[in-house]
Structures are given as C-alpha cells and as structure tokens.
C-alpha cells in the first residue's frame, strides 16, 4: 500500500519546465556558502561565496552581508566595523594568530648544512607523515600579537605540537576567557609513536599574566574539542571517552564550580558541534538523527538530568550554527538536492525560513529527484533507514540501472549531505536510481547501532547491504541485470570485499581510495590508532584478528569475476597508494576488466575542479560501458 501510495505521489509531483538535469560542470558552476557569523548588532548575518573557474582550475571568494530578516545580500569585502574579530582579545590589545615555525630538524640539509641540495628526510620514529603531508620539523603555534607594539609571544615556544589541529582544525580550536586573561587552545601534546597511535587531544589553558600553561582536561584520554564560554563563563566542550576511538559518542561537558558535569551521557546519541545561547543559560547542538542531522536544545541548569528536546524536523541536514540573535538562529541546511544555503530557525517552533538564495537560478532550471526514505528489514531482525534516491524524470513503468552507495567513514552519517563528488542529484540525473543504506556502524541510531562496525568489518553492516539491494531490487522498476555498487575509503572497501562474496548481484563495481589489504594498510597508514580500533590491532597479534581473515579482501580475489575501476590519490596517507595499485594489479592478472585512475596529487578527496571534472566523467563513461 505504501508503495502505490507513494507512486500516485511521484506520478503527480510537478517538475519546472525544463529539459536540463544536473551534469558534472553544473555541479562545479555552484557557488559553495559558508557562514562567517553576524554582525555586531546582530542584525545582519556574514557570509561568503565561493566559485570555481574550471577552465583556469581555481577558485575565488567573495563575502556578503544579509539582514538576518531577509533582503538581497550585498557584497562587502571589508567587513572589519561591524565584525568582532573573535581572535581579539576583549580588551583589544592582543590577538592569536596561528604561524609555522621549524622546530625540529627532519631533512637532509637540517642535519648536514653543506649538503643544501639534498631532499631527504630523517626519521627515528612513527608520524612521519599525516593525511597529505610529509613531517619536516616545522609546527603550527599560537602567536600572541601586541597590537600597540606589535610585540609577538609565542605561546607553544619551542613544543613538537600544532594547533590547530591537523588537518581539519581551525580557528574553533583557540578562544579567549571572557575577561581576556587566558587563551584556550586544543592540542595534541604527544610525539611519534605515541601521537599516532592515541586520540588524547586536551584543552590546555595559556595564562598572560603568568605565561604559565595548564591542561584542563588532562583526566580524559580520548578527544577533548571545541571549547566555548558562556555569557557567564561556564566553559563547554566536547569529548569522547574511549582512548583510540575516533568515533566515540560525543558528549558535551561544562566545568561548573570546578566540577566536569557530562550533559548528554545518559543521551543515546552523539554531537556534532554546539553554541551557547546569548543569555548563557541553554545549549543548542547539532547532532545526526534518523539520516538527517536536526537541532537539539538543552538547559544545562535544570537539577537532575537534562532534558533534550529536538527543536526541528524534515528531510534534510542542519550543517552549522552561525549564531543567535533573539528568538532566532541563524544555520546553514543542506538536502541531497541542494547545496548548502543560509536559514533561519524559530527557537519556539522550530520553524525554518531560508535566507540565501545563491543557487536558486541553477536549480530552477534543473529538473530534481525525488529522494524517498525506506525502512528495510535487516538479517538480524531490525529496521534499517536507506536513502532511494530516482532519475528526475522516473517513470514506475520503465527499468533502471541501479546503484549500491556504499558510505565511507566506515562511522560517518548517511544523511541529508550534498556532496561534490558523491552527489546523488547527479547521479540520479545520468539515468540511476541510487540505494543509500544507512547501515550498522552510522551515527543517528544510538551508541550501539554506531558501534557495532568496530571490529565487524565484513560482517552485518555488509549484510545490511545486501539486505538493502535485495529489498529494492523486487521492485519492478529496477534492472537487475544492471546493478553496480560504489563507494570511498570504507565504502571503497567495502567494494573489494563485496567483490569476493556478491554471488553475482553486480554488474559494476567502482572503489575510490579502498582498503584492499588490511595487513599492508595496516603497515602504512598514519593515524595507528583508527586501525587499532577498526581492524583490531596488528596482524601479528594471536589470535589474529579477524580482519586480516575472515575479512581482508585480498584473501577473496580468487572469486572476483566483476568489472571493477579503482580511484586512487597519490597523498592519500590515510589509505595509502598500494591500496589502489594491489587491487588494480590483481584484477588486471586475473583478466577482469579494469581500469584505474591516479590522481597524484589529491588526497583522500578530489578537491581541484578539473580533476573533479575528470573524476565523474569516468565515472560515468565507466558505469555506461559495464552497466549496458
């Protein structure tokens, strides 16, 4: 019943007059928003645009100011009087900022000054290179900038550790206290092996008047982020529990009287990013729910346990905070069919208004898909969320080629994300119709749901793949004949091992930077402490972790029979290069079609646009030569 209910629904739905579907120079014509904050006044909101010219293979930016009420945006590129630069002091006579310095020798010429031309580097320990950079001794510190004299203190003078943290941190990783006396900064204070393999980021507390330095949060040995005061001064933070998990629940702590109060432990559920109210007394956070990521509030105050009441509802992501004014916030939102854009929400109703409207003149001539969400039995007996996302034109009466989306992670949420590489919108548009499965191991369903991956890799979560598949693929609109599976990092593993069990419901297969052998990726990545916990520690451990068995791909090669392409980067140090080339070699012995893309210089992600131009023309040159 629901099933024809929904297809009456689809048949009825009115698409803009248009021929046009999405197309991967459409995607890169869209302009990428993110939120600055507001004004001083609080009555306007600062944002900037940023664009991509693929012919030259850059990008520029450009910033914009709107009134928090609505209105055409104006473009300001200085926006220095009605903007408080957070990084100032309270008083105005210092600011942090972030510089590079060399601390340690690494290379040839540190060690041998004569030999200038040499380009080697020296190790004597792990964390030789992370994510995409090589370790050559120099460090991000916090500088302490004197504005009247231009006096500069180096608050971390002469420490083998970075803030912010690398590489995704950014300027939430440094505050003032309220009266300007400390600075916060979050930082990874460990060396080598220790640093690689451990998760124990702290909040550390910089005094000016002392220049002494204390740790905040050196009880806890798991990740301690993104520090902020209230209007009172309670300090909050984030944190995980669990040393080596990066994927712990997270919670949010506040320091009240001296004493560390867990807001949201008794909570089944984990938070992205959270910002106190004006007034100081409430805690709105961002958290992913149900494949969709919502807005919660809590009071932090209220004897007993809070209550946390989950403020809006709807078919799409809540991307960040921007910031409060009044009774209402202003965030940015997303959906699998549009990028992000600037709303804002009614704190008594949760109601959202959307604000920007920078790509309204692409989408209007873009005919959208339909994105219908499915609750799908699983081989253990519950229900599991998958994304089905439909060709704009879809007609029930016809075949399509379907897609498999395999999400990486493996502990990243299948939500309501647009994503210039993996996007659905385009996908959908090339004549697919896309299964998203949010399956075990994906936040929104409670720690266990989350957990349960760790250590598992090829155990439920794959069958809730093909629960996913199976299901779908009763109806009757689906190709059987051409159903292709595709994915990145864990998805891309998730690819080879599918690869060696499928039992034939494959026609395709598509992997970007997979894991293919957990013993070498286990020799060669970087952050020790994701395969620790994933894989469950070293391969020559007894009894040998199952990963390197039951569950390494390389041992199931003997039963690939699919066509198969591989995307490998060439600074990808998370998954290392051999991961892709191992795979491509032994499809290639083996006498399976394939093909492999080297891109040498992007890393986990593609991030140039010509080269992502690249990326999804073979993409789906590939899918049309093995999905005929």
């Known amino acids: 019943m629901k099933r024809i209910f929904f297809l009456i629904v689809f048949s009825a739905y009115c698409f803009p007059v248009s021929s046009q579907v999405m197309t991967p120079e459409k995607l890169w014509s869209i302009a990428r928003i993110s939120a600055v904050g507001l004004t001083n006044d609080a009555q306007k909101v600062i944002f900037k645009t940023r664009s991509y010219d693929i012919d030259a293979n850059t990008s520029s930016s450009k910033t914009y100011v709107i009134p928090v009420t609505g209105g055409e ?47 080697v580097y020296i190790y004597d320990d792990l964390n030789y290179r992370h994510w995409d950079k090589w370790e050559d001794g120099h460090y991000s510190h916090l500088f302490l900038k004197n504005l009247s004299t231009g006096e500069e203190i180096d608050i971390m003078e002469g420490e083998p550790h970075s803030t912010p943290l690398e590489p995704f941190g950014g300027p939430e990783d440094y505050i003032w206290t309220n009266d300007g006396g400390q600075v916060l900064y979050v930082s990874k204070k460990l ?22 330095t204390t740790n905040i949060t050196d009880d806890n040995e798991g990740y301690d982020t993104q520090p902020a005061f209230s209007a ?11 040393p080596g998990y990066e994927s712990d629940k997270n919670d949010i702590i506040i320091l009240q009287e001296g004493e560390k109060v867990n807001l949201t432990g008794n909570w089944d559920g984990t938070v992205s990013s959270f910002e106190w ?20 509030v809590l009071e932090p105050y209220k004897k007993g346990v809070p209550e946390i009441k989950q403020l809006t509802e709807g078919q799409f992501d809540i991307t960040g905070l921007v910031g409060q004014t009044g009774n209402t916030m202003v965030v940015t939102r997303t959906d699998m069919n549009r990028a992000a854009e600037i709303y804002t929400v009614n704190l008594r109703t949760g109601d959202l208004t959307q604000l920007t409207s920078v790509n309204d003149s692409i989408y209007q001539d873009i005919l959208l898909s ?5 609750m799908i039995p699983t081989t253990d007996g519950k229900e599991m969320l998958t994304w ?30 647009y994503s210039y ?46 629960s996913a598949i199976d299901a779908v693929s009763k109806e009757p609109f689906v190709d059987t004949e051409r159903i292709g599976a595709v994915g990145a990092s864990y998805g891309g593993y998730s690819v080879f091992y599918l690869a060696g069990m499928h039992e034939n419901r494959f026609k395709t297969f598509i992997a970007h930077d997979g894991i293919f052998n957990t013993r070498s990726m286990y020799g060669t990545t970087e952050e020790l402490f994701f395969v620790n916990k994933d894989l469950g520690g070293p391969y020559w451990e007894t009894p040998t972790p199952k990963a390197y068995t039951d569950f390494n791909p390389i041992n199931f090669v003997d039963k690939w ?15 290392p290069v051999g991961q892709g080339l191992e795979a491509f070699q032994a499809a290639q012995l083996r006498g399976i079609k394939s093909k492999l893309l080297y891109f040498p210089m992007e890393n986990h992600w593609i991030l140039t646009p010509q080269n992502a131009i690249v990326w999804q023309r073979e993409f789906f040159k590939w899918l049309e030569e093995t999905l005929k």
């Not at 009172?232 to 669990?242: H, Y």
């Not at 349960?452 to 155990?459: L, N």
């Open 73 to 119: 945006p104006v473009l300001d590129q200085n926006i220095d009087s009605i903007f408080r630069d957070g990084k100032i002091s309270p008083s105005g006579n210092w600011k942090i900022i972030p510089k590079e310095v060399e601390v340690e020798p690494v290379t040839g010429e540190d060690f041998y000054p004569q030999l200038e031309k040499s380009d």
């Open 191 to 212: 060396k080598g092996r220790e640093y690689a393999v451990s998760t124990n980021t702290d909040i550390y507390a910089y005094d000016l008047s002392s220049g002494t």
């Open 232 to 242: 009172e001064g309670v300090l909050a933070w984030l944190q995980m529990d669990e």
């Open 277 to 296: 109210s004006n007034d100081g007394k409430t805690i709105y956070f961002i958290a992913p729910v149900m494949g969709t990521k919502q807005l919660f």
């Open 370 to 374: 339909e994105v219908e969400k499915r």
């Open 388 to 417: 089905i996302i439909y060709p704009p034109d879809f007609d029930p009466t016809k075949k399509y080629p379907t897609l498999l989306y395999l999400q990486g992670g493996p502990q990243s949420p299948l939500s309501q994300f």
């Open 421 to 466: 590489r993996w996007n659905f919108q385009l996908m959908a548009a090339n004549g697919y119709i896309v299964v998203a499965p949010n399956r075990r191991g994906m936040p929104g369903y409670g720690v266990e749901w989350n957990e349960q991956i760790s250590g598992d890799w090829g155990g439920q979560n794959i069958q809730d793949y093909l």
């Open 561 to 575: 029979n699919t066509p198969i392409m591989i995307v490998q980067g060439g600074k990808d140090f998370r998954v």
